[in-house]
């Protein structure tokens, strides 16, 4: 049997290395408008550059100019019709790139140990605490993990406040007369950062039509960084647990801290 003859690919190492960056950005591109209209958009695209492609091939003039006048402008289309997807994904490289840029300055002129020991141990017992008596009261609440804390990012939209963690100051964070209790409250570094931040809200439609602005934010800022956040309902008083723009419903207080100890 003859073998297949593959020297016409000719390929360089170069070339492998385009193919993987070029999989790695559609993969992350997916990944960045899955469960949003986004996809449908898409889909709709490619379908329309599909049947432009066969009327071309069969010589039908008229609709392959009309679907050709579509084609000759997607590129700026495609900038209009997706520009939240595109400020997204540019907003998700430019803050993750400032935060590793700042975890490398602090490695460098601090050195590893010094970092390691920046970045202490949040103890899971306060929260886990607080949200139970939370769930049982009734009151609504919004609680980021963030494993690079950024200033600008938080606290632009919050109040700082670089406290400790405790019961009580949650509690009295998210009691229903406090002024900080609308928003998140960001913990980093075994801290509380910041309360009462605005967070960006998920608009992925597959998202349960009871969902509403807490579960939406917390889902949201799980999509757009490495953070998770703990949620709990004001109406029905379940806890959720969100991470990587996925939530996970009517979480145990022993799955809770089971969680919250292997990601934070």
Same mark, same amino acid.
């Given at each position: 049997?003859?073998?297949?003859d593959?020297?016409?690919?000719h390929?360089?190492f170069?070339?492998i290395? /385009?193919? #993987?960056?070029?999989?790695?950005?559609?993969?992350?591109?997916?990944?960045?408008?899955?469960?949003?209209?986004?996809?449908n958009?898409?889909?709709?695209l490619?379908?329309?550059? $599909?049947?432009?492609?066969?009327?071309?091939?069969?010589?039908m003039? $008229?609709?392959s100019?009309?679907?050709g006048?579509? %084609?000759?402008?997607?590129?700026l289309?495609l900038?209009?019709?997706?520009?939240?997807?595109?400020?997204?994904?540019?907003?998700?490289?430019?803050?993750n790139?400032?935060?590793h840029?700042?975890?490398?300055?602090?490695? +460098?002129?601090?050195?590893?140990?010094?970092?390691e020991?920046?970045?202490?141990?949040?103890?899971?017992?306060?929260?886990?605490?607080a949200?139970?008596?939370?769930?049982?009261?009734r009151?609504?609440? +919004?609680?980021?993990?963030?494993?690079?804390? /950024?200033?600008?990012?938080?606290?632009?939209?919050?109040?700082?406040?670089?406290?400790?963690?405790?019961?009580? $100051?949650?509690?009295?964070?998210?009691?229903?007369?406090?002024?900080l209790? /609308?928003?998140?409250?960001?913990?980093?570094e075994?801290?509380?950062?910041?309360?009462?931040?605005? +967070?960006?809200?998920? /608009?992925n439609?597959?998202?349960?039509?009871?969902?509403?602005?807490r579960?939406?934010?917390?889902?949201?800022?799980?999509?757009?960084?490495?953070?998770?956040?703990?949620?709990?309902?004001?109406?029905?008083?379940? #806890?959720?647990?969100a991470?990587?723009?996925?939530?996970?419903?009517? %979480?145990t207080?022993r799955?809770l801290?089971?969680?919250?100890?292997?990601?934070?």
């Amino acid at each position: 049997m003859d073998r297949f003859d593959l020297s016409f690919l000719h390929l360089r190492f170069l070339d492998i290395v /385009d193919i #993987i960056l070029v999989a790695f950005i559609i993969y992350y591109i997916y990944n960045l408008i899955r469960g949003t209209i986004a996809v449908n958009i898409v889909l709709g695209l490619i379908i329309i550059y $599909l049947v432009y492609l066969i009327t071309e091939q069969l010589q039908m003039r $008229l609709l392959s100019n009309i679907l050709g006048g579509f %084609v000759s402008v997607g590129f700026l289309a495609l900038i209009i019709v997706f520009q939240q997807e595109i400020r997204r994904f540019l907003l998700l490289i430019g803050k993750n790139a400032a935060l590793h840029r700042n975890k490398l300055w602090k490695t +460098l002129l601090s050195g590893k140990k010094e970092l390691e020991k920046e970045a202490s141990f949040t103890s899971v017992k306060p929260i886990i605490d607080a949200c139970k008596t939370m769930q049982s009261s009734r009151t609504g609440a +919004l609680i980021v993990f963030a494993k690079y804390f /950024d200033d600008q990012y938080y606290q632009n939209t919050g109040e700082p406040i670089d406290a400790v963690v405790s019961k009580r $100051l949650i509690e009295t964070i998210f009691r229903k007369n406090s002024p900080l209790h /609308d928003g998140a409250v960001v913990i980093s570094e075994g801290k509380i950062k910041c309360a009462s931040c605005i +967070l960006p809200v998920s /608009d992925n439609i597959k998202l349960p039509p009871q969902f509403g602005l807490r579960h939406r934010a917390g889902i949201g800022i799980t999509e757009m960084s490495d953070a998770v956040a703990v949620i709990v309902s004001e109406e029905t008083g379940q #806890i959720a647990y969100a991470k990587q723009g996925r939530v996970r419903m009517d %979480v145990t207080f022993r799955d809770l801290e089971k969680l919250l100890t292997r990601d934070i």
